[in-house]
């Protein structure tokens, strides 16, 4: 399979606390993006991290690449109950044209 | 109204049944892609189309087939639908290629009895 693989596949925090989930890939990539899913809903994008770029900001939101290791994390500062929901990795991979996605990891935020 | 709509949202049926899920935008994307989501398999291609006229299978294609009516219509079925196409189906669509996100449906759930 050409999925990547997230870790950890679960994560309960509580409100206030930081989330952070890794994500692990194959081969090489154009760029890396990352995805929410509330519950049985479709994925909404989050957060894109191109292959030359190192570490990326949006709000609350941390992304950083590291390509020699072929892995990314995304960090959620100030976690709140709302952000509890499931998060995937997406990989673009060279000369492929489309994205490929991980197996998730399912955030659970306690108020 | 929803750039990306799917329906049905939700389809029980039964095994040998010929079963077609649709899929409609409003963003003017050339591309479009179904995928199905299964428990701890995170979500896998089944198709994707760049234009009218382009047609590709995914990982998963076998039991598939799908049509392109037109820019904004890209249609899946499942000839002859089994259990183990039991699953959340997803349509997205996308502006082109490289570095732009997809924008997915709300999904169908299907259910093959």
């Known amino acids: 399979s050409q999925q990547g693989e997230e870790d950890p596949q679960a994560l309960s925090i509580q409100e206030g606390e930081n989330a952070t989930m890794n994500c692990s890939y194959k081969?090489?990539?154009?760029?890396l993006q990352w995805y929410r899913q509330n519950s049985g809903r479709g994925l909404v994008h989050l957060i894109l991290?191109?292959?030359?770029?190192r570490e990326k900001h949006s709000g609350r939101l941390r992304v950083t690449l590291d390509t020699s290791k072929k892995s990314s994390s995304l960090l959620i500062t100030a976690s709140r109950a709302a952000d509890t929901a499931s998060y995937f990795c997406?990989?673009?991979?060279?000369?492929?044209?489309?994205?490929?996605f991980g197996t998730g990891t399912r955030l659970t935020v306690i108020p | 109204d929803a750039d990306v709509t799917q329906t049905p949202r939700n389809r029980i049926t039964k095994t040998g049944k010929r079963i077609m899920l649709e899929c409609s935008q409003t963003k003017g994307h050339d591309r479009m892609y179904w995928y199905r989501q299964d428990p701890g398999l995170g979500l896998r291609l089944i198709y994707y189309s760049f234009d009218v006229k382009d047609i590709n299978k995914g990982e998963i294609s076998d039991g598939y087939s799908v049509s392109r009516q037109a820019q904004a219509k890209f249609s899946l079925s499942l000839e002859s639908a089994i259990p183990n196409q039991t699953a959340l189906y997803f349509c997205?669509?996308?502006?082109?290629?490289?570095?732009?996100?997809?924008?997915f449906g709300p999904g169908t759930r299907l259910t093959v009895l």
């Open positions: 081969t090489s990539i154009n760029n």
């Open positions: 991290i191109r292959s030359n770029e």
């Open positions: 997406a990989t673009e991979q060279t000369g492929a044209n489309n994205l490929f």
């Open positions: 997205a669509t996308s502006a082109s290629q490289g570095a732009d996100e997809q924008f």
